[in-house]
């Protein structure tokens, strides 16, 4: 099944879905390492996108990303807001203009946003950030056969991305400043990236 | 949590109508997106100067907005960077054709958000230049961290460039000025305690009930190290002399000593802390020429202090002394 409007549209539903049930999560995870703030401003950073992709109409996949991505960069701040909006940005620029996209478009427009976060944040692979989740996820994407594989294998890869995060020490961010300290706790960023690709395989497969 | 708010969501705005309330006068408020700007901007062949951050550190940055300081600040939730909407529309309100100075200080979102805003006001043709602040010794800097926070010296800078800005120099003057300021202050704060936000209702951090943190950030970061509660002597050598031997301060400079609150400490305190700074500098031949002691860059109900030192020049204290008309610092008006 290739990717769509509607499908797209179910996966930003399915995500603020995930922000809203596993804020306090998110807030604990911060507060360990950063200051408590992620879950909160990505559950009213969705929410803000759910109201602007309700009330207009949207004319293609890429419209909702870049929909979603100015909601979010206007209403959440700190670094998540530039970070998650530059990726959508990136994303729905891919992905505009076409009815359906298939695995390699689909790939395509996550490499161009992985692009766009590590260009915005200047992180590496290692500094204990949603980098950390993106390029496994994009990696195992690439080899992928199909479409759905594809989501699947992102959804592994991207917990084991998240998983990795726990020992690392943080080199960019509020986690930075910990040093040492900041080892032993999942990456909050990491998390939410986490989620995302989770929601992609449940709205986006087949 | 026992907070004076009628819901976590609801702080920010809700601030913003006191302020609106108290203050309607000399300033106007936006609430969408949110920024306070001066009642009388935008003002012709002024140099503005936009800053902002998140909230929670009143009275920085609004309480600093009005003549002879800020054209506008932009606030974002508490501890979390305002956004690019916010500062784009913030410096369309403040430009009088002299170009707009964004104050930014130097944490990951902050730097971010402004970066966009930079990006989005291209085009505008609203000339823009930005000054960073990162002057918290307690953090190592380097590649492998986010450099240093920007802290005590935001406030002294948008003063200094406030008065430059109100003396009509323009802005590669009034960037610059900015930029020495920040190169010549150091800071280091200090908790007795954590702070709660309102949004995790939850201390920022543990604390034990004899224990204080050295070199703790405006939003709790953690410090250099932990020890055993100290006196006001001991802290103010253990916050004193990493500044000094920063930059470093010597023998016969001239200095702003700045003894800020982090919030739940009461003044008479920080006078007891001042003291001690004045004794300290005084013992190393090191000259107060002005000083501020009070809370102006806070940490929601954090108790504790920071010390800001800046070593002056003659255009600084021109511009230091130059009057101010805000909620926040207020003299030769």
């Not at chain 1, 870049?66 to 530039?82: F, I």
């Not at chain 2, 926070?149 to 948008?158: A, K, M, P, S, W």
């Not at chain 2, 050295?214 to 190290?225: A, K, Q």
């Amino acid at each position: 099944m290739p990717v769509t409007r509607d499908t797209v549209l179910d996966w930003m539903r399915r995500f603020a879905g995930e922000m809203e049930e596993h804020r306090g999560e998110l807030v604990r995870l911060d507060t360990a390492i950063g200051d408590g703030d992620h879950g909160t401003n990505m559950d009213r950073g969705m929410r803000k996108a759910l109201e602007r992709l309700d009330s207009a109409d949207q004319g293609d996949a890429g419209a909702v990303l870049k929909t979603v991505a100015m909601a979010l960069v206007s209403s959440v701040g700190g670094a998540a807001g530039p970070l998650y909006g530059t990726l959508f940005l990136q994303m729905g620029g891919a992905l505009g203009g076409r009815d359906e996209v298939d695995l390699a478009g689909y790939v395509e427009a996550w490499k161009k946003g992985l692009q766009g976060v590590q260009t915005r944040g200047k992180a590496e692979p290692g500094d204990k950030t949603m980098v950390d989740v993106l390029i496994p996820a994009v990696e195992a994407m690439e080899r992928a056969p199909d479409l759905d594989a594809a989501l699947r294998d992102a959804v592994e890869a991207a917990e084991r991305g998240m998983q990795a995060t726990t020992p690392m020490v943080a080199r960019k961010g509020r986690a930075s400043y910990l040093g040492e300290r900041s080892k032993d706790h999942q990456d909050p960023g990491a998390t939410s990236t986490y989620y995302l690709y989770r929601s992609a395989a449940e709205a986006l497969g087949g | 949590m026992k907070k004076l708010i009628n819901a976590p969501d609801a702080v920010v705005q809700d601030a913003l109508r006191g302020m609106e309330a108290a203050h309607g006068d000399r300033m106007r408020v936006s609430y969408d997106p949110a920024f306070v700007v001066r009642a009388d901007a935008p003002v012709q062949g002024k140099v503005g100067l936009v800053s902002g951050g998140g909230s929670g550190h009143e009275p920085m940055h609004g309480g600093f907005v009005g003549p002879g300081m800020l054209d506008a600040a932009c606030p974002g939730e508490v501890f979390t960077s305002p956004t690019p909407d916010q500062m784009a529309d913030a410096t369309n309100a403040v430009d009088g054709g002299a170009g707009v100075l964004h104050i930014v200080k130097n944490y990951t979102g902050d730097v971010m958000n402004f970066d966009m805003a930079a990006e989005l006001g291209k085009g505008e043709g609203i000339e823009v230049e930005s000054v960073l602040t990162n002057d918290d010794v307690a953090v190592e800097d380097s590649l492998y961290t986010a450099g240093r926070r920007g802290v005590g010296v935001t406030v002294l800078l948008e003063k200094i460039c406030g008065g430059a800005a109100e003396d009509r120099r323009p802005l590669a003057d009034v960037a610059e000025l900015g930029g020495r300021v920040n190169t010549n202050g150091r800071s280091m704060g200090m908790a007795l305690t954590p702070c709660i936000t309102p949004g995790s209702g939850e201390p920022s951090f543990e604390l034990g009930e004899n224990e204080i943190e050295i070199g703790i950030g405006i939003h709790g970061e953690p410090g250099r190290f932990r020890e055993e509660t100290r006196t006001a002597a001991e802290v103010a050598e253990r916050l004193v002399n990493p500044i000094v031997e920063d930059l470093p301060f010597s023998s016969g400079d001239r200095v702003l000593a700045f003894v800020n609150g982090m919030g739940g400490t009461p003044l008479i305190e920080l006078y007891v802390v001042y003291a001690e700074v004045a004794r300290l500098l005084g013992d190393r031949d090191i000259q107060i020429e002005r000083n501020l002691i009070g809370n102006y860059i806070t940490s929601l109900e954090m108790q504790g202090c920071s010390i800001t030192l800046l070593k002056l020049d003659d255009e600084m204290v021109r511009y230091w002394d130059a009057p101010v008309d805000t909620p926040g610092l207020r003299w030769g008006v």
